[in-house]
């Protein structure tokens, strides 16, 4: 087997893309697979050696062959100029915000980001005197208004955490970035390979390993890939941290990535199958899922998305909380618990009107959250019936 050329690797389709990328087997003596890479020192063999900058692995921080693997071939498949590893996907999200502020600045954050990236602009940022407004998801090119003298990032989610608001991103970051702002993305729900985040104008985007690439709730990881603009800064702010990933968790994520875009589509057509289900049930008031037809955000998902991963969110009817805690108590195949991207179903109820302070949450009913996993869907429904059944009885 001949050693891939750049030109052909260049041209190769996502699938291909998917088997190949981050692996040199004439490296590892023939094996398939980078192997775990566990290491602190790095032994130079002369002086010049030790002194040499270009030098392709110095010290554990800065890499290891199994983490390389990683960082190219997450780049090939984001169309990014280079990706950094973090140790889980918050640890993501800070990583890229630190890489884009400074003391005094004011950032953009979507009123729809993951709650945790709330907490840490609440806290550290806001201790750092870098002040966060949260801003309407459905904001689109009005971002431009809010864009102060000191504004240095947008930050935008889409899906929403939850509630699955669709974001304009191409019309937010022409705004942004006419005033020379950074445009950060958490495309954690939707992958590199169901949005390209750097052709649709992200500068930073990131990807919490813990769901889809790990794909089997066994890990946690974070990814942040850059465009050629942002490259060089991110790379630095990643060095001067050290906040690096352990070899094992980076092994299993490479192992995760060969299968990902089967298991997204399984994902994509389960979630979807169930969602239309949903549709059909009296108990049932909206179904939070960008990809169906008719939902709220589905234009812009058709637009700018070329598919939809496992997770959306329902909202029922009024019924009482004790009723809900009735359906879901008895759930025998739904897990519930945070997380998702894994290969087994899951549920949990919520409430955004808890935490949001741009917008009013007030959907009419209780909402739940489904993760749909590789399980028959036959018997998901068939649980689900049950739970519906209990619904009804205690409410
Ligand atoms: C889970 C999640 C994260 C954080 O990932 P962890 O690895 O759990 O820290 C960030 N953003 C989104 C959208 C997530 O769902």
């Not at 590892?28 to 900058?53: C, E, K, M, W």
């Not at 840490?120 to 003298?149: K, Q």
Request: some cysteine.
């Amino acid at each position: 087997m001949a050693k891939l050329s750049d030109e052909t690797r260049k041209a190769l389709r996502t699938r291909t893309r998917l088997v190949t990328a981050g692996r040199e087997p004439a490296e590892q003596f023939g094996f398939v697979n980078t192997p775990i890479y566990r290491g602190s020192t790095v032994l130079a063999p002369t002086v010049a050696a030790l002194h040499d900058r270009q030098a392709r692995f110095t010290y554990g921080t800065k890499g290891t062959p199994t983490t390389e693997a990683l960082e190219k071939a997450w780049t090939e498949i984001a169309g990014a100029a280079g990706t950094v590893l973090a140790p889980t996907g918050l640890a993501a999200v800070t990583l890229a915000l630190m890489t884009a502020v400074k003391s005094g600045d004011h950032i953009l954050v979507t009123d729809s980001a993951y709650g945790p990236t709330r907490h840490f602009c609440d806290t550290i940022l806001a201790r750092m005197g870098i002040e966060t407004s949260y801003y309407d998801p459905l904001v689109g090119a009005r971002i431009g208004d809010l864009i102060r003298e000191n504004t240095s990032v947008v930050l935008v989610e889409a899906p929403g955490s939850q509630s699955f608001e669709m974001q304009d991103i191409p019309a937010i970051a022409e705004e942004a970035h006419k005033r020379g702002l950074c445009v950060i993305m958490d495309n954690t729900w939707a992958t590199p390979l169901f949005f390209p985040p750097h052709e649709r104008g992200v500068d930073l985007a990131i990807e919490a390993g813990t769901k889809y690439l790990s794909g089997h709730s066994d890990l946690m990881l974070g990814l942040v890939s850059a465009n050629p603009a942002w490259w060089r800064k991110l790379r630095s702010t990643f060095d001067a941290f050290a906040m690096c990933a352990g070899p094992e968790d980076v092994f299993l994520a490479l192992r995760g990535l060969r299968t990902m875009e089967l298991r997204l589509r399984e994902a994509e057509r389960q979630g979807l199958a169930l969602a239309h289900w949903f549709k059909t049930r009296p108990e049932v008031a909206q179904v939070l899922h960008p990809a169906l037809p008719g939902a709220p955000g589905h234009d812009i998902w058709k637009r700018d998305f070329l598919g939809a991963s496992g997770l959306f969110s329902i909202v029922l009817n009024p019924f009482s909380s004790k009723a809900v805690a009735a359906m879901l108590d008895g759930l025998e195949l739904f897990g519930m618990g945070y997380s998702w991207g894994g290969y087994e179903s899951l549920v949990i109820p919520f409430d955004c009107a808890t935490y949001r302070t741009a917008t009013t949450w007030n959907p009419g009913g209780p909402a739940l959250r489904f993760q749909i996993g590789l399980e028959d869907i036959e018997d998901l429904k068939e649980d689900l019936e049950r739970g519906f059944e209990r619904l009804r009885q205690a409410d």
